[in-house]
């Protein structure tokens, strides 16, 4: 099953057996307004704070989740979830009523393709028969954590994103031929995964996260087309997480370098999820909300319908915390890429 250097090829393909994202309003104002499961209009979802709030966001869509795929809280084996906020109090108190046996994650906004890729992992391995992966963020939570409390009023320069309110949730079974329900749908198969390191660019502008992850994209992506001996023409899509239109142009740059031009194909979620022109959003979208949401609500169904047979889905992260941009330390950038197929193909 080893691939290459760093990739990972599936023996027993792994499905995506369920999939469902809940959003905030401004996410439902956006291009995929009528892909997601459900458009919360109040950003508090009825709590106290926005930490809380970020919890309800988990909560409800792993719940969806399940009501969507026909199972129930006891079918599912193990639990890969994370988000941004410090230690992941978000997923700590938003899973716990699941009473899942948890694994938290941490790959800053990659963190939806690590719990996929794990999840699979897991699964082709015979650990489980069914694992859910779920990632979340929330705007102003991670404002409070990472930038200003939102009362400041603080301009934001034109390279920063707009961290995205929202919760992706999938579950990553066997092949589906035992179904428990019948109600399950089959979305895509994972086919193989290739894991990124940490790609430090010096960057320290933690306004401009797209320059800092860009370079992982680009180095998890050639690792792939290594491992795999391919190039971009055996994908239909190569999907980056938030880049944004900053991170974009440094993307194409040095794929452009490394001989590979993949402006034709390629697609970024943060680019996606918000018209920039019109929703003041600057670069795009961000946060581990940001890949997750899209995957669930746009590009799983594209797979689904056969719209798109095969698509590299490669979530990017910048690793930092506050406390590490205090203290004046770069910005590193990580990626993980997945390699999703329309079943039938």
Not at 185 to 197: F, L, R, S
Request: charge should be negative.
């Amino acid at each position: 099953m080893q691939k290459g250097k760093a990739s990972i090829k599936f023996d027993e393909e792994p499905v995506i057996m369920g999939a469902a994202s809940i959003v905030g309003e401004k996410e439902g104002e956006g291009p995929l307004k009528s892909c997601f499961d459900r458009v919360e209009p109040d950003p508090m979802y009825g709590q106290d704070s926005w930490e809380a709030a970020e919890s309800e966001f988990q909560r409800q869509t792993a719940l969806k989740c399940l009501e969507k795929s026909g199972l129930k809280e006891s079918d599912i084996r193990y639990l890969f979830a994370g988000d941004l906020l410090g230690q992941i109090v978000a997923t700590s108190f938003g899973v716990q009523d699941l009473e899942i046996p948890v694994f938290g994650l941490y790959g800053a906004c990659s963190t939806m393709g690590e719990a996929i890729m794990l999840a699979s992992m897991t699964v082709n391995a015979g650990y489980a028969d069914r694992v859910m992966a779920l990632a979340s963020s929330h705007f102003a939570s991670a404002e409070r954590q990472f930038r200003f409390p939102l009362a400041y009023g603080n301009q934001r320069p034109l390279s920063t994103t707009w961290t995205v309110t929202g919760c992706g949730s999938v579950i990553v079974g066997k092949d589906g031929k035992e179904s428990p329900s019948a109600q399950e749908e089959i979305y895509a198969k994972v086919t193989g995964a290739t894991a990124g390191k940490i790609v430090d660019m010096q960057s320290r502008d933690s306004m401009n996260m797209g320059a800092a992850m860009a370079m992982a994209a680009v180095d998890t992506i050639l690792q792939n087309f290594r491992d795999y001996e391919v190039d971009q023409t055996y994908y239909d899509k190569i999907i980056t997480g938030d880049l944004g239109s900053v991170g974009q142009n440094i993307l194409f740059d040095f794929m452009d370098k490394a001989g590979h031009d993949v402006k034709g194909i390629h697609m970024d979620c943060g680019m996606t999820i918000f018209d920039s022109a019109v929703q003041d959003t600057h670069s795009g979208g961000s946060g581990c909300g940001c890949s997750a949401v899209t995957l669930c609500g746009y590009i799983l169904p594209k797979l689904r319908s056969g719209e798109w047979k095969r698509v590299l889905f490669v979530p990017t992260g910048a690793l930092l915390s506050q406390i590490s941009f205090n203290e004046g330390q770069n910005v590193p950038g990580i990626a993980h890429a997945v390699m999703l197929e329309h079943i039938g193909a």
